[in-house]
């Protein structure tokens, strides 16, 4: 028993980040959604938890879009062919694309904590395949 509790206590002395999930989103050429799809496409993650992106096809990135990035929230921009990895630890609705394929409604919504995404929350000023494809995650994974 005495094993058990100093497990615990050790445990609660971990800095919360050490508990965090790491989450693997591809970037691909195409899947059952369609052309240029990240996959997931809608990712529902806690505060520090930490996304990776992985260019499983060339010519992709992982880029947050202007006005789709929650208060208090970093923007980042990942290099073309390469792997990145970001810690999110601002809660609400983080927009990502593909900046080449931003146009072609390469995107993905990151839901951090529990509020859900609604349509809403897509900009004005996105780009008509990016507002579709939004369009689309959204039904798919309707809150």
């Known amino acids: 028993m005495k094993m058990l509790q100093r497990l615990a206590v050790l445990v609660s002395l971990l800095p919360l980040g050490a508990l965090a999930d ?3 989103v591809e970037m691909l050429n195409r899947n059952v959604t369609g052309a240029m799809p990240f996959a997931p ?6 505060p520090g938890d930490t996304v990776k992106f992985v260019a499983t096809s060339p010519g992709h990135n992982a ?3 202007d006005g789709m990035i929650p208060e208090g929230g970093e923007a980042f921009v990942g290099n073309i ?5 970001v810690t999110l630890n601002a809660e609400g609705l983080w927009g990502i694309k ?15 904590g529990n509020t859900a995404a609604t349509e809403a929350d897509l900009p004005e000023s996105l780009p008509p395949a990016a507002r579709l494809r939004f369009e689309e995650i959204l039904t798919r994974h309707d809150g």
């Open 63 to 65: 880029a947050t879009i």
């Open 98 to 112: 593909c900046s080449p394929h931003y146009t072609m409604g390469m995107v993905m919504l990151i839901q951090v």
């Open 22 to 24: 790491t989450h693997t």
């Open 41 to 46: 496409d809608y990712l529902i993650v806690q």
């Open 81 to 85: 062919n390469e792997e990145i990895e």
